[in-house]
């Protein structure tokens, strides 16, 4: 068949998205099919005709009914999923809880335990982020609630409420419980609105504090890390956090599934967080990067190619 291969267009990431697409390339030429490339148009301009099959990346069915499978880099550096539904809540194998069961505790705990360390020596997550320092005391204990941009996907398909909101309905939580909640501004663009409204609560409540560290030494020194549905919260398990989500996202499944009004609820899950509940957390993960979505790299492992081309033969057909 000839395979439509749409390519992200080029930004900052472009060259690990090519790592991908040039392993699915890889794949489908060794499967007899020929692969059209051309990059991603955001406008979504008709299709060259004599395409037989489409891959796009970056979108779901959602956006691109014609399409047949999608692709994204994840919550980590060079974490592809691809699906024939979408990305992260949209991706149809995470519309249910995984079945863990199978993923041994002590190999998920040694692998997360590798990834911790690692973040903790070089500082490094999907965005750059300043270098790793020490947290203030005078804003310990706290909940970490990191910002995310209003115009990203999973915000604008997949929360119930708006960045604005979510830092009010914290703010105000926070002041209320006489409880910490620490914001990091997201490090990738700068949203003035939002900052202001953080400000804004900090100079109202003194509950309310703005810091924007290194993530991985605001994850280590949190009590949990509560998100609408941000990469953080993924990033907070691998660290064992306990993780309360407000949104809907592919790894909710072993966090705490809040909304504004069941906050309190969230605090409580925290403080009674448990090592089973942790272990549970990083058998997702292991199951994440295993069995879920694939790893790419200027060192891939030497497993992702043939789950890919597994992948590719079972489900690229007419």
């Known amino acids: 068949m000839k395979i439509l291969l749409r390519r992200l267009f080029p930004c900052p990431s472009t060259y690990r998205w090519r790592w991908f697409e040039a392993l699915m390339k890889e794949c489908l030429c060794e499967l007899d099919h020929e692969v059209i490339e051309i990059d991603l148009d955001p406008t979504l301009p008709p299709d060259p005709p004599e395409a037989d099959f489409l891959i796009y990346a970056h979108k779901t069915?959602?956006?691109?009914?014609?399409?047949?499978?999608?692709?994204?880099?994840?919550?980590?550096?060079?974490?592809?999923?691809?699906?024939?539904?979408?990305?992260?809540?949209?991706?149809?194998?995470?519309?249910?809880?995984?079945?863990l069961g199978s993923t041994s505790a002590a190999d998920a705990e040694a692998f997360c335990s590798a990834m911790r360390n690692e973040f903790?020596?070089?500082?490094?997550?999907?965005?750059?982020?300043?270098?790793?320092?020490?947290?203030?005391?005078?804003?310990?204990?706290?909940?970490?609630?990191?910002?995310?941009?209003?115009?990203?996907?999973?915000?604008?398909?997949?929360?119930?409420?708006?960045?604005?909101?979510?830092?009010?309905?914290?703010?105000?939580?926070?002041?209320?419980?006489?409880?910490?909640?620490?914001?990091?501004?997201?490090?990738?663009?700068?949203?003035?609105?939002?900052?202001?409204?953080?400000?804004?609560?900090?100079?109202?409540?003194p509950y309310v504090f703005l810091l924007n560290e290194n993530i991985h030494s605001l994850i280590l020194e949190s009590q949990a890390v509560v998100v609408i549905n941000s990469g953080v919260g993924?990033?907070?398990?691998?660290?064992?956090?306990?993780?309360?989500?407000?949104?809907?996202?592919?790894?909710?499944?072993?966090?705490?599934?809040?909304?504004?009004?069941?906050?309190?609820?969230?605090?409580?899950?925290?403080?009674?967080?448990?090592?089973?509940?942790?272990?549970?957390?990083?058998?997702?993960?292991?199951?994440?990067?295993?069995?879920?979505?694939?790893?790419i790299g200027e060192n891939t492992p030497a497993e992702v190619k043939p789950r890919v081309f597994e992948y590719l033969r079972e489900h690229v057909r007419n």
Not at 187 to 200: D, L, S
């Open 61 to 99: 069915l959602r956006e691109v009914p014609r399409g047949n499978l999608f692709y994204k880099e994840m919550h980590m550096r060079g974490l592809f999923t691809i699906d024939h539904e979408g990305w992260g809540a949209d991706h149809s194998r995470l519309r249910t809880a995984p079945d």
């Open 120 to 205: 903790l020596s070089n500082g490094r997550s999907k965005i750059d982020q300043p270098a790793l320092n020490p947290i203030p005391e005078n804003v310990k204990p706290y909940l970490l609630a990191p910002l995310q941009t209003p115009g990203d996907d999973v915000i604008m398909y997949h929360s119930p409420l708006s960045i604005i909101e979510y830092v009010s309905a914290l703010a105000q939580w926070a002041d209320r419980r006489r409880h910490n909640v620490v914001f990091k501004l997201h490090p990738g663009q700068k949203q003035p609105a939002i900052e202001a409204e953080v400000r804004k609560w900090m100079d109202a409540s």
């Open 234 to 295: 993924f990033e907070s398990l691998i660290h064992g956090k306990p993780v309360i989500t407000l949104g809907a996202c592919d790894y909710q499944w072993v966090t705490f599934r809040a909304s504004t009004s069941t906050l309190d609820d969230g605090l409580d899950f925290a403080h009674r967080f448990s090592h089973e509940q942790r272990l549970q957390g990083f058998r997702f993960i292991h199951y994440y990067y295993h069995q879920h979505a694939y790893l």
